[in-house]
């Protein structure tokens, strides 16, 4: 009964909403770091109005879609979501969609070139932007996708996909040479959960999460007190915050550091799976995954 009411309330919005202008189609993306895609393979076309369901900040592994989302997915001329889990709490509805609409932006990535998610059998880890090589896999098949929706278009967006990929590609290059003068044995980055998987495979760094690579997982005071062994014994300089994590689980591996009588300093927050505020270093993608290898190299390095 509830259900038949939800979707009574969900059509009369319909119904009574002002929509959009009809010759504008509704790309919507679930990610910051897909919608910023999005925007930079369609620069200089005005027939499509971009939405993005996930603020700056949000956890897409927790992230339960609203109502006004709802509206949006049924409003929608195409869906790109990340994929391999990343919106766990949204799969169900991902696929009550009609299949043609929806685009799983991961299936742009050869299955070789993922890394197997360690605590879910049989899945693989969802955090591709990590690596921007990837990532630029990921962009030439969302830019495939986005000239079928778009075929007058296609020029255009071909054009655009290979200049975002440029510039991902360049970044990519840039990260790996800073990211190495950081000596080998000060190269590990501990975070709260294993969004960086990637990012220690494209750039040699070592990494270790508290949590697994979902936020979904819990944590306890043997996973605290194996990290603190860790990173006391390593003489680890830093650990990092999230911007879409609590901080409170790094707050505590930092205390249990410190009775052990080493030092331990809060190198920064980092932007893992959103994006930051329009305002801010992280507003684009580009500008997220610099200011994390900045932060990174700072807070690091001898
Ligand atoms: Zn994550």
């Known amino acids: ?94 696929k009550k969609l009609p299949a043609q609409k929806t685009y799983a932006a991961a299936d742009g990535v050869a299955e070789e070139d993922l890394i197997n998610a360690s605590d879910y059998p049989g899945a693989y880890d969802p955090h591709l932007w990590f690596d921007l090589s990837l990532w630029a896999q990921l962009v030439d098949s969302l830019g495939e996708r986005l000239a079928i929706l778009l075929p007058e278009q296609s020029g255009k967006i071909r054009t655009n996909t290979k200049n975002y990929q440029q510039r991902l590609l360049e970044t990519h290059k840039w990260a790996k040479t800073k990211l190495l003068q950081i000596p080998e044995n000060q190269r590990v980055l501990i975070t709260a959960h294993d969004a960086f998987k990637y990012f220690g495979r494209a750039y040699s760094v070592e990494v270790r999460g508290l949590q697994g690579i979902s936020t979904t997982a819990e944590y306890g005071i043997a996973d605290i007190s194996a990290l603190a062994d860790f990173i006391a014994q390593r003489k680890i300089k830093a650990v990092f915050i999230e911007n879409s994590v609590d901080p409170r689980a790094i707050q505590a591996v930092i205390e249990a550091v410190e009775s052990r009588g080493e030092e331990l300093k809060l190198g920064g927050e980092l932007y893992s799976d959103a994006l930051g505020g329009s305002d801010g270093p992280a507003a684009n993608f580009l500008g997220m995954f610099r200011y994390n290898v900045q932060t990174i190299y700072q807070s690091l390095k001898q």
Do not use: W
């Not at 010759?23 to 005005?46: F, N, P, R, S, Y």
């Open 1 to 94: 009964m509830r259900k038949f009411v939800l979707v009574l309330s969900l059509l009369s919005l319909i119904a009574c909403t002002e929509g959009p202008k009809k010759e504008q189609l509704q790309i919507v993306c679930t990610t910051g770091m897909l919608a910023d895609a999005a925007k930079q393979l369609t620069l200089g076309i005005d027939s499509i109005q971009l939405i993005t369901l996930m603020g700056p900040g949000t956890d897409p592994h927790l992230y339960k879609a609203s109502q006004a989302d709802v509206l949006a997915l049924s409003r929608a001329d195409l869906i790109v979501y990340n994929g391999l889990h990343l919106e766990g709490k949204m799969n169900d509805l991902f």
